[in-house]
């Protein structure tokens, strides 16, 4: 008896063939940042918040407290507040929201079928929140200058004002890309920024250090947003003092570890799930 094996089939599809090709991991990274950069002009609603509450507060403030803050404590509240609306304008500013919708249709999942580098995919995205809060910075410090604030570290102090600040907000956006990653809901997402709320007040936002009291100081001094205002304060209000910068970096480095710690446990997460 003859047995008839079937042909192989000469139409095979030359789509079949076709296979992703590793181009190195910098490029991966300027096309994911790329792309996340090329989004943040169709989202809008999401900066204009990130500009209008820090510049609300920041002249409230000043119009309500400027005098009392002047006669009881003898400081410039306005250089005081500078640093606290930058800090707002920058912290839980990321494309995280636009990682929850990848997620969401899929996106994610097909890119981790190609042979970009999966670190790519979270770090591109820093890059393009990186260069957010920088340019967040520069509005809320027009509004500063506009009523006054000089920088006794002149334009070199102003540069690493911006820097510490965007350094510091592209740490926190670890907490959000590790809550989009782990839960892949945009209401989860979006609620992150309230971890944000205790390290914001419970600090030297409003009155010097030496002016809280109780439990309310023992909190500040573990608090790493009061290094943080007190080195970007140094260089408006005092000059080049090494230990405020340098507890300042230390503070966004030892929230920085935390938080990417986060967020890459979540994206190692993310992708053995898909």
Same mark, same amino acid.
């Given at each position: 008896?003859?047995?008839?094996?079937?042909? %192989?089939?000469?139409?095979?599809? %030359?789509?079949?063939?076709?296979?992703?090709?590793?181009?190195?991991?910098?490029?991966?990274?300027?096309?994911? &940042?790329?792309?996340?950069?090329?989004?943040?002009?169709?989202? %809008?609603?999401?900066?204009?918040?990130?500009?209008?509450?820090?510049?609300?507060?920041?002249?409230?403030?000043?119009?309500?407290?400027?005098?009392?803050?002047?006669? &009881?404590?003898?400081?410039?509240?306005?250089?005081?507040?500078?640093?606290?609306?930058?800090?707002?304008?920058?912290?839980?500013?990321?494309?995280?929201?636009?990682?929850?919708?990848?997620?969401?249709?899929?996106?994610?999942?097909?890119?981790?079928?190609?042979?970009?580098?999966?670190?790519?995919?979270?770090?591109?995205?820093?890059?393009?929140?990186?260069?957010?809060?920088?340019?967040?910075?520069?509005?809320?410090?027009?509004?500063?200058?506009?009523?006054?604030?000089?920088?006794?570290?002149?334009?070199?102090?102003?540069?690493?004002?911006?820097?510490?600040?965007?350094?510091?907000?592209?740490?926190?956006?670890?907490?959000? =890309?590790?809550?989009?990653?782990?839960?892949?809901?945009?209401?989860?997402?979006?609620?992150?920024?309230?971890?944000?709320?205790?390290?914001?007040?419970?600090?030297?936002?409003?009155?010097?250090?030496?002016?809280?009291?109780?439990?309310?100081?023992?909190?500040?001094?573990?608090? %790493?947003?009061? =290094?943080?205002?007190?080195?970007?304060?140094?260089?408006?209000?005092?000059?080049?003092?090494?230990?405020?910068?340098?507890?300042?970096?230390?503070?966004?480095?030892?929230?920085?570890?935390?938080?990417?710690?986060?967020?890459?446990?979540?994206?190692?997460?993310?992708?053995?799930?898909?």
């Amino acid at each position: 008896m003859t047995t008839i094996s079937p042909a %192989p089939s000469s139409t095979a599809d %030359p789509g079949d063939d076709i296979q992703g090709r590793e181009v190195g991991f910098l490029w991966d990274l300027i096309v994911v &940042a790329g792309r996340a950069l090329r989004q943040i002009p169709r989202d %809008p609603e999401s900066l204009i918040p990130a500009l209008i509450v820090p510049v609300f507060f920041f002249t409230v403030n000043l119009g309500s407290l400027q005098k009392v803050t002047r006669q &009881a404590a003898g400081i410039d509240l306005k250089a005081f507040l500078l640093p606290v609306a930058i800090v707002f304008a920058v912290t839980g500013i990321s494309r995280a929201s636009s990682l929850v919708t990848d997620i969401q249709g899929g996106y994610f999942d097909r890119l981790c079928m190609t042979p970009v580098r999966r670190l790519a995919l979270l770090l591109g995205l820093m890059v393009a929140d990186f260069t957010l809060v920088v340019a967040l910075t520069i509005p809320v410090l027009i509004v500063g200058f506009a009523v006054g604030v000089n920088f006794v570290t002149g334009v070199a102090g102003v540069i690493a004002f911006v820097l510490i600040a965007a350094l510091w907000g592209l740490v926190f956006t670890g907490f959000p =890309y590790a809550i989009a990653l782990k839960t892949g809901n945009p209401a989860a997402v979006n609620s992150s920024f309230v971890l944000f709320f205790p390290l914001a007040f419970l600090t030297t936002t409003f009155v010097p250090r030496q002016a809280l009291s109780g439990w309310l100081s023992t909190i500040a001094t573990y608090n %790493p947003v009061t =290094y943080l205002l007190a080195g970007m304060r140094s260089l408006t209000s005092v000059g080049w003092d090494g230990s405020a910068l340098g507890q300042a970096v230390v503070a966004v480095a030892a929230v920085g570890v935390l938080s990417m710690s986060l967020a890459l446990a979540a994206l190692r997460g993310r992708v053995r799930r898909g």
